[in-house]
Structure formats: structure tokens, C-alpha cells
């Protein structure tokens, strides 16, 4: 894993790709910081932080198209997968390595609070929270970007689905609001969502029978619900669809409160998305 | 040292490896021989643990490539059919993370890159990017990297491809050099190669095993011991006349003369039967002067499209439907002429 870790550090150090994420980073938090807090004197370092979390729309797949699909693609895969490591170390240690290349900007950032602090009264504890969201929202969103680097092996393909799926969990809430919060609406939602499942699941395991088995249940079941005590299903969209929303979980953060429901939520994302590439690897080893 | 059990790899309906089994001793060089597409790549890169396969086993040492992959990849040193190499990274970085990846000791790292860089003659090389290299040295860089940790079991796909042919008579020595500590399993569709390094052939074909014998015993099993190729001065129906004495002789193929005055035969005899001598005294009673007399060369080639031929005749191709058979094609018009030069490289080596 350490080998692996050190290598792709400098990789990105030695090439234009780290050090562009960086520039990118330090100058967008740079005009914000300068507008906000600097000029208008604004005491919430937690917000400047929140006005470029988009960035990481465009920054987040530039940086992880590379990690697994390129491996894949120069075949170097070999070298790695023939060696006496585990594919959790590999992921791992890449992961790791992208983490540590966000790390910088992030540490620079750090020094933000105290640029402020010399020209009045800030709340360090309230700042530093703000940047542990901000950072933890930048791992979670890596991990989503290794994910998809590992499912495919062409980089740009996994650049812009990654973008893709950014886009949308940042745009779902409002997405999510469009939908009518009756009753009726998510229930239709929900048995539309049990139907893909089902699609999905025959695509996987290529076996009608039990894709149908569980389609039907699942719909069943939903309608059963409704039936029941239809009152449920108020707004239960809009809830279901939040959790998907990334980008909201670091809103508390953003006003300095250590948001521990958030930081559950980010190493779930990390872990769950880092899980899934190693499934991804081994599956396409049996292929 | 490596046990290959029944071994099955289906991509789905096309059959790359079918039941599979042989066993690898200690210190010798093993050949993996068959033509493109024969499932060498596919078995290799099962025993590497690079893919899974199907069904059946591998044992490195003892050890299941699938329930303990780190202690059987301890074992092995794997050079792939492309060498894997990270193009932004200079010959020694890169050593330097294989060695680490291997998890060669951090007091042997630097002595060990060295000595196989010096081993494979890459050492000018050290500060190159390995983007910047020839395709030969980067086969090298491939095989130093294989050979890093020195792993009991090495096993390159196609070492040579692609390289001039002095740099494949190098290759080979190395390969000869090795196998005094290493067990070397190498894989090849070109027959000169395999013939020259290799103590034991295993032929592949369609994912089966056709042959597997040391290379002197197929070669020696080939039917070149009793047949005899034979010039003679001289008429032939006088020649016929007195060839149909000798009982010996089971089949007589007559074939065209060198020039008007001589006769070509060639004829097939019993089993371990040397008919030269008699002949020799009969002719030059007869005063009919042999200008040529020699056994039948059978070379591996032969013994290899026989294998091979036979075995593709009866199987339709898998319906015309495999996928995978279009490209292959290309790489293989392609490895041909690479298989043209290396048997030229091989008769110069020869002479």
C-alpha cells in the first residue's frame, strides 16, 4: 500500500495535473476570501468556504479519471494485481494518495482564520470546524471519482460520468422540490425507483425470476404501505432523494457546528464508494 | 513448484482454456507453445493471478493462488505479454516501486535493482523516462522488473517479441542464465524460440494441451529417424531394380533429380532400422555413385502443424462467433512477420 501511496503522490506532483488542481482551488477560495472576508470583513470563514464547493463539479474528475482506468488502460494492472498485495491495499493507497494531494490546498486554507484574526475578533473553533466539512466533503467526493475511474478503463468516459453524478447530487434537492410532496407523487416516485432496481437486478444476475419476484414485491409492498397509512409518503421524496444531495451535508459545518450526523454521513460515502471499487476490480477478475 | 489442475476459463460461450493440467518442477524452462489465440496469454495470466478462472486450480508452491494470493505472488515474477510500464517514470523510479510493491527488503532494495539492471543491461539506461526508450529496452526494463525479488518461479509472455535479433540472442542467454536459480516458464508461438531455450515443450491448442514431452524426445519421436533421403547417379528403372531387394524399405517416393543423370528418392524403413551402409556397398557395386544420402530433418515446425492441424480440423471455430478472433487476426498477421525475422535471427544464431 506504501508503495503504491508514494507513487502516486509524485505522479501527481510531477505532473501538471496536482498542481493545477491546487492553483484552481487556492484561487477561487482566494477571490472569494479577498470579496468576503478581507473587504466586506464578513466573520464567517464558514461561508467563503461553502461558495466554491462547486468547483469540485470539475476538479474532482480531473483529478480521479486517471487513478484506476488509466492503470487499466496502459496495463499496468498486471504489475499491480500479480504483486503480493491485496486489491483493498491498491485502493486504498490510491485513495489515499488523491486525499493527500487535496490535503495541501486544504492545509493552506488553514491559514485563512489567522490572516483574519489579525484584523479583529474570529471564532477559531467555528472556522476549523467549517474547514473539517470542507475537507471531509472533498473525500467523499474522491471516493465517488475512484469509483467510477475503476469501472471503466477509459478516463475521460470516467471524468464525465463522474461529473454527471456530482452534478446531480448537487442539483437533486432542486430537483427533488419539483416533484409535488402529495402522497401520490412519491409513491409513484418509489415504485418507478423499485421497477429500475428490478431492471437492474435482471441486467446483473440475468435470471427473469427472481428480478421479477423482487420487483413485484417491492411494488406490492409499496402499495401495501400506501394503503395502509398513505400519510407516510408525504415528502418522502424530497427526504429520500436529501440523502443524495452531497453537498448539503456540509451546510451545518458552514456555520461552525461539528455536524456529527455529517461526519457519520461523509465516511459512509468514503467507505461505501471505496468498497464498491474494490468489488468492481475483483468482479472483472472473474469475467 | 507450480500444480495446474483441470484448469477452465470461458469467456462466455468462447472456451479459452479447456481442462488444463500439468505440473512444473523445480529449475528447468518450461515452453508454452501454440498458435495466436491457443489460450497461452489466458493460462498465464490465471497462474499469475491476474484473473480468475472458471474452474480448476493453480498451486504456487503449495499455495492456492485464490485463497492465498499474497504467499503464491510472493512466488512469482510475471513479465506480461505488454511489459507493464509506467511511461512518466524514469528506469530507476520505477524498479524502485516494483521493488517496493514486492516488498523486497529496504537494506536489499538498492544492491538488488542494481544487479538487475546490470543483469538485463539496462544500466545507461537508469535516468531515462521510460516513454523515451526503445521498444527493446523497454522489454527489458519488463524483464528486470520480473526478475526483482528474486522470485523462484519467473514467467514471461513472449519475451522476445518485437525485439532486433541480437537483442533476442541476449534475451535468450539471460533466460539460459536464469534458469541456474529460477524456474522459467515462457510462452511462445514462434518454434525457434521455444526449441532453443526450452527443456520441456508444452504445445497449446485451443486451450488444450496437444503435447507435452522435453524437446528432445519430441524431437526425437518424430517420424525424421526412418526416413532417408537418397541421390543417386545413375538410370532409374536400374535403380529401382535394385532397391526392390533390399526388405527393409517399406515405401519408396521417387522425386525429381537434381539434374538428367540423377535420381532423387525418398525412402521410408522400418522403425530403428540404418539401411545407409547397405546401401552404400550396394551402389558402389552397382558403380552408381550416391551423391546425397541423409535422414529426413524433422524439424519442430513440422511436429507442430502436425499437432496443431489435426487438432484444428475437426473444431468448426466456435460457430464463426467469437468476438474476440477479429483482432487477433490483425496482431497475428502482424506477430508473423515478427515470425519471419526471428527465424532468420534464429539460422543466423545457427550459423
Request: net charge negative; charged share 20%.
Amino acid at each position: 500500500m506504501k508503495a503504491i501511496y508514494k507513487k502516486e503522490v509524485k505522479s501527481y506532483l510531477t505532473s501538471m495535473i496536482g498542481y493545477v488542481f491546487i492553483f484552481f482551488i487556492l484561487l477561487l477560495e482566494g477571490i472569494y476570501f479577498t470579496a468576503y472576508n478581507l473587504q466586506n470583513a464578513y466573520p464567517l470563514f464558514g461561508t467563503t468556504l461553502s461558495a466554491v464547493t462547486f468547483i469540485f463539479l470539475i476538479l474532482v474528475p480531473v483529478l480521479t479519471m486517471k487513478t484506476i482506468a488509466e492503470e487499466r488502460k496502459q496495463k499496468t494492472d498486471q504489475l499491480l494485481l500479480t504483486a503480493p498485495v491485496s486489491v483493498s491495499e491498491i485502493v486504498l493507497g490510491k485513495f489515499l494518495a488523491v486525499a493527500t494531494v487535496y490535503a495541501i490546498p486544504v492545509l493552506i486554507i488553514c491559514l485563512y482564520p489567522m490572516i483574519m484574526g489579525k484584523y479583529g475578533t474570529v471564532s477559531y473553533a467555528m472556522a476549523y470546524t467549517a474547514v473539517l466539512g470542507f475537507a471531509l466533503l472533498g473525500f467523499a467526493q474522491i471516493a465517488v471519482g475512484v469509483f467510477w475511474s475503476s469501472v471503466t478503463e477509459n478516463p475521460v468516459i470516467a471524468a464525465v460520468v463522474t461529473f454527471i453524478v456530482l452534478f446531480v447530487c448537487y442539483m437533486i434537492t432542486g430537483i427533488g422540490s419539483l416533484i409535488p410532496d402529495s402522497s401520490m407523487a412519491s409513491l409513484a416516485c418509489y415504485m418507478l425507483l423499485v421497477l429500475l432496481a428490478a431492471v437492474w437486478i435482471y441486467h446483473m444476475i440475468r435470471n427473469l425470476w427472481i428480478a421479477a419476484v423482487i420487483g413485484i414485491a417491492g411494488e406490492a409492498a409499496l402499495a401495501i404501505t400506501y394503503v395502509v397509512k398513505s400519510t407516510l409518503f408525504e415528502g418522502s421524496i424530497q427526504k429520500f432523494l436529501a440523502v443524495f444531495d452531497i453537498t448539503s451535508h456540509f451546510d451545518n459545518f458552514t456555520n461552525g457546528i461539528l455536524d456529527l450526523q455529517g461526519v457519520v454521513y461523509f465516511l459512509s460515502v468514503i467507505i461505501i464508494f471505496l468498497v464498491l471499487t474494490v468489488q468492481t476490480i475483483t468482479k472483472r477478475r472473474w469475467n | 513448484m507450480i500444480e495446474v489442475k483441470n484448469l477452465v476459463k470461458k469467456y462466455g460461450d468462447h472456451i479459452a482454456v479447456d481442462h488444463l493440467s500439468f505440473h512444473v518442477d523445480k529449475g528447468q524452462i518450461y515452453g508454452f507453445l501454440g498458435p495466436n489465440g491457443a489460450g497461452k496469454s489466458t493460462t498465464m495470466n490465471i497462474m499469475t493471478g491476474y484473473i480468475a478462472s472458471t474452474s480448476g486450480e493453480v498451486l504456487i508452491d503449495g499455495h492456492n493462488i485464490l485463497e492465498e494470493p499474497e504467499a503464491a505472488k510472493k512466488c512469482i515474477g510475471y513479465l506480461p505479454e505488454q511489459p507493464p510500464l509506467y511511461f512518466d517514470m524514469t528506469v530507476a523510479e520505477y524498479l524502485k516501486f516494483a521493488a517496493e510493491l514486492k516488498k523486497v527488503s529496504k537494506y536489499e532494495r538498492e544492491t538488488q535493482i542494481e544487479q538487475v539492471m546490470e543483469l538485463t543491461g539496462i544500466t545507461a539506461m537508469e535516468n531515462r523516462l521510460i516513454k523515451n526508450l526503445s521498444k527493446g529496452y523497454k522489454q527489458r526494463v519488463g524483464l528486470a522488473q520480473a526478475i526483482l525479488g528474486y522470485p523462484e518461479i519467473i514467467i514471461l509472455d513472449e519475451p522476445t517479441v518485437g525485439l532486433d535479433p541480437k537483442q533476442i540472442i541476449e534475451i535468450r542467454e539471460l533466460i539460459r542464465k536464469l534458469s541456474e536459480e529460477h524456474t522459467i516458464i515462457l510462452s511462445s508461438h514462434i518454434l525457434s524460440e521455444v526449441s532453443a531455450v526450452c527443456d520441456y515443450i508444452m504445445i497449446i491448442n485451443h486451450g488444450k494441451l496437444v503435447a507435452s514431452d522435453t524437446t528432445e524426445n519430441l524431437m526425437n519421436h518424430s517420424l525424421g529417424s526412418n526416413t532417408l533421403e537418397l541421390t543417386v547417379k545413375g538410370e532409374k528403372q536400374d535403380v529401382e531394380k535394385m532397391l526392390r531387394d533390399v526388405e527393409e524399405i517399406q515405401k519408396l517416393e521417387w522425386k525429381p533429380g537434381e539434374n538428367e543423370k540423377t535420381v532423387s528418392m525418398v525412402i521410408t524403413t522400418e522403425e530403428k532400422t540404418d539401411i545407409r551402409e547397405k546401401l552404400f556397398y550396394m551402389m558402389a557395386e552397382a558403380k552408381m555413385p550416391i551423391m546425397n544420402m541423409q535422414f529426413t530433418k524433422v524439424s519442430l515446425e513440422d511436429i507442430f502443424l502436425e499437432l496443431t492441424q489435426n487438432e484444428t480440423a475437426p473444431v468448426p471455430d466456435e460457430q464463426g462467433t467469437k468476438p474476440e478472433s477479429a483482432p487477433k487476426d490483425e496482431t497475428g498477421t502482424d506477430t508473423e512477420k515478427e515470425n519471419e525475422t526471428e527465424q532468420e535471427a534464429h539460422d543466423e544464431s545457427n550459423l
